[in-house]
Structures are given as C-alpha cells and as structure tokens.
Nanobody
Framework: QVQLVESGGGLVQAGGSLRLSCAAS????????MGWYRQVPGKQRELVAT???????NYADSVKGRFTISKDNAKKTVYLQMNGLKPEDTAVYYC??????????WGQGTQVTVSS
C-alpha cells in the first residue's frame, strides 16, 4: 500500500517562501512521474509542476521562475520549493505520484495561504 505524506504548508506573507515535502512509503523508483497540483474551492485541480524519474521537469506558466520541483530518491521524498509567493498561490497543494503501470497515488493535501 502506497502512502504519501505531505508537509510544509502554512501561512506566509506575499513574497515569502515555503518548501513542501511529499514523503512516500515506498521507493520513488516505483514511480515514473511525480508532481504537485493545487486546488482552490470551486475550481478544478491544476498542475503546478512535474518531475520524471529521469529528472525532467515541467512547470505551469504561472509558477515558472518562482517554484522548483525536486526529488531525493534516498529519502523517498519529492519537494516543491516555492519562492516569491503571491496571494493567488493560495490553495490546497497535493502531490501525485504515477507508477510505471500508470496508477496514480495522491497525498492528503496541505494548505498554503499567502497573505497580501
């Protein structure tokens, strides 16, 4: 059973930084893609950033240059470093890991609130 535990969310002022972590209960070599998504009430969940097992990254235009996704295979953890936070970044952030058999696993979500 794959379990993902997210942490690092919180309240921060605009311009501040947070680092989100997504710790997996199994080796992340199990997964060919890992990503962060976010959702605000009343809106669809949207992609923020992804990273492949080979280390290729992809970002939503709204976060390019401010957010960085990374992974630590030894710690079985995926990170999202968020700098230059804006009020519009306020959302619940979820990590998603996709296995080589194309099965998705989601974390429970962590709230990020950016005050103006």
């Amino acid at each position: 059973q794959v379990q993902l535990v997210e942490s690092g969310g919180g309240l921060v002022q605009a311009g501040g930084s947070l680092r989100l972590s997504c710790a997996a209960s199994v080796s992340i070599f199990t997964f060919n893609a890992m990503g962060w998504y976010r959702q605000v009430p009343g809106k669809q969940r949207e992609l923020v950033a992804t990273i492949t097992s080979g280390g290729s990254t992809n970002y939503a235009d709204s976060v390019k240059g401010r957010f960085t996704i990374s992974k630590d295979n030894a710690k079985k953890t995926v990170y999202l470093q968020m700098n230059g936070l804006k009020p519009e970044d306020t959302a619940v952030y979820y990590c998603k890991l996709t296995s080589w058999s194309h099965r998705d696993f989601w974390g429970q979500g962590t709230q990020v609130t950016v005050s103006s």
